[in-house]
């Protein structure tokens, strides 16, 4: 179902939008945010972090916290590694001289989804929103997004997917020229 007649959630075009709140997605938002462009992150769950959120749980007066997915990620690019260095919350496990053809392996000191949360930066954060769909027309894509209020449009000149290839297929539809290929990608 699309947005037809919904009202925008915003009423100007983003340069970017990103879908998906987990590492890559995050990553990415902030880089651009940081490179001056208008970059909005769109993500379902109630925060960042995708397959390395956190979640906590109240026990009575006890809260605990509890990472989900890996305890650990591996880095592999100069530039990502060179971010987790400036980063206070997140260390390496081991010297970069330790480790074979660069991947480096990382964790975050307290939860693992601080580390997209972080990553974050200046781009918007818009949670609880699931995307129905994206359409691109000569100029701009519009994506159909939903949450507990309704359906609405939101608009950008770029779209970055940073999901996992089946859920990219059903964002883009039956009719793109990469939805075969995303669709029988096994994750």
Not at 12 to 31: E, K, N, W
Not at 150 to 158: A, E, K, L, P, T
């Amino acid at each position: 179902s699309k947005g037809q007649g919904a009202t925008p959630v915003v009423d100007t075009v983003a340069d970017y939008i990103v879908v998906g709140a987990g590492i890559s997605g995050s990553f990415v938002a902030g880089q651009l945010a940081e490179r001056g462009f208008s970059v909005k992150l769109v993500d379902k769950a109630r925060g960042t972090g995708g397959r390395l959120s956190s979640k906590r749980l109240s026990l009575g007066k006890a809260q605990l916290s509890y990472d989900l997915g890996a305890q650990k990620f591996e880095a592999s690019s100069r530039e990502f590694c060179n971010y987790i260095e400036t980063r206070d919350d997140l260390v390496f496990d081991a010297p970069a001289e330790e480790h074979a053809a660069g991947v480096r392996r990382a964790y975050a000191k307290q939860r693992n989804s601080l580390l997209a949360r972080g990553a974050l930066g200046k781009a918007e954060g818009m949670f609880g929103y699931r995307v129905l769909s994206a359409n691109f027309n000569e100029k701009q894509w519009t994506l159909s997004i939903e949450n507990k209020d309704g359906v609405s449009d939101i608009f950008c000149r770029h779209l970055i997917l940073a999901t996992p290839p089946k859920q990219a297929a059903d964002i883009l539809g039956s009719s793109h020229d990469q939805y075969q290929t995303l669709s029988n990608v096994e994750h």
